[in-house]
């Protein structure tokens, strides 16, 4: 059992660790084409990339296909995948990496998600609340 559990472990975080390299990468090599563009946050990013999408149908399709089973019904992550919300990669890169992942999450093609799809999971990732500060939890405060 315990062996299992850290296996899970190890694959989650060898998971993020791989997301996070290919952020980072395609971050970098935005930047180096991008010339003396001004810096802006994650979130100025994703939302100048991603298309208008609808966080109900999101919420939907999202539990449908099944990314709940690994990321959690609110996107904030599990023993299998990574937190995707509420601040997410920008949409550019999300699209890339649900069409062609790395690690143990299957690809899904256009036949599965249209395009419109990945912009209406995209909507409901960003819109996930964000946690509750430590100091606002009574027993964790202490």
């Known amino acids: ?12 975080t060898m998971s993020s660790f791989v997301f996070l390299i290919g952020v980072t990468t395609l971050h970098t090599q935005g930047s180096a084409t991008e010339g003396a563009a001004a810096p802006t946050t994650q979130t100025g990013q994703a939302a100048a990339t991603a298309p208008p ?15 709940f089973q690994c990321h959690v019904n609110e996107a ?31 690809p899904y093609s256009e036949k599965v998600l249209s395009a419109q799809d990945m912009a209406d999971i995209y909507a409901f990732v960003r819109a996930r609340p964000r946690p509750p500060a430590v100091s606002a939890i009574p027993l964790l405060a202490q």
């Open 1 to 12: 059992m315990v062996a299992r559990i850290r296996s899970a472990v190890v694959v989650q």
């Open 53 to 67: 999408g609808r966080v109900d149908v999101g919420a939907a399709i999202y539990r449908k296909v099944g990314c």
């Open 76 to 106: 904030q992550g599990g023993a299998n995948g990574p937190k995707l919300g509420p601040d997410p990669v920008p949409f550019t890169r999300f699209t890339q990496y649900v069409r062609r992942p790395t690690g143990d999450m299957p």
